[in-house]
Structures are given as structure tokens and as C-alpha cells.
């Protein structure tokens, strides 16, 4: 699952213990 901010990509991650955060896609 992914998004766009600004034009850039966002995907959305789920770590154990950590909750819901978002990793920035630069490529």
C-alpha cells in the first residue's frame, strides 16, 4: 500500500511494538 505526499511516495509500514509509521520512498 502506497501514497503520494507533495509527489512523493510514501508506504505505509506496520513494525511490532512500534505501531503504524510511514518509510519515505526516494528512488
Do not use: K, V
Not at 2 to 27: K, V
Amino acid at each position: 500500500a502506497g501514497f503520494r505526499i507533495d509527489g512523493q511516495a510514501y508506504e505505509l509500514t506496520t513494525e511490532i511494538g512500534t505501531g503504524t509509521f510511514y518509510r519515505m520512498i526516494r528512488e
